[in-house]
């Protein structure tokens, strides 16, 4: 792999799981709003109970099986080391380079597909390379709600 390569791989690495972890936060906040307002309007008696209930359980459940503020939380430690390989990598040579890119790929964690070709367009225009790659609406949407939506 030529240095060109893993710099391209670092940086491609880095803004995914940037966007994972500002996507992932969001989810999280997005139910956890959600759970504390519908459950005061239970204690208000302001929507029907059982309904209600019903979303709670169902939202509680996918917050606990998901654990998107774990993802986020995960995803943000992933992001830091790649930027900070990022900032080093010109006082590495290609040997180091690849050796702490291979440790760090030996550990990544899985993302949102849908995550993957904003951070990639983001890494080409972070690196000024020629990008031909278009997002579909709904990537371009995810990569909206995850703070990046590369042009």
């Known amino acids: 792999m030529s240095r060109s390569d893993m710099i391209f ?6 803004y995914l799981n940037e966007m994972q972890s500002r996507f992932s ?16 309007s239970v204690l208000a008696s302001l929507l029907n109970v059982i309904f209600v209930g019903s979303v709670v359980s169902i939202l509680s459940a996918i917050q606990f099986f998901y654990q998107f503020g ?12 790649y930027l900070s390989l990022m900032h080093h990598e010109s006082r ?18 899985p993302v949102f597909g849908f995550l993957e070709n904003p951070a990639y367009k983001r890494a080409s225009i972070k690196l000024d390379l020629v ?17 990046d939506l590369p042009k």
Do not use: P
Request: aromatic share 10%; proline share 0%; charged share 30%.
């Open 92 to 109: 590495l040579t290609d040997d180091e380079l690849h050796s702490q890119l291979d440790e760090l790929l030996k550990t990544d964690t």
């Open 25 to 40: 936060g969001r989810i999280d906040k997005f139910i956890s709003i959600v759970l504390f307002v519908l459950g005061g």
């Open 131 to 147: 990008d031909e790659t278009k997002l579909s609406w709904a990537e371009s949407i995810f990569a909206w709600l995850a703070g």
């Open 70 to 81: 774990k993802q986020s939380s995960v995803s943000d430690e992933r992001a830091k080391k």
């Open 9 to 14: 791989n670092i940086t491609y690495s880095y």
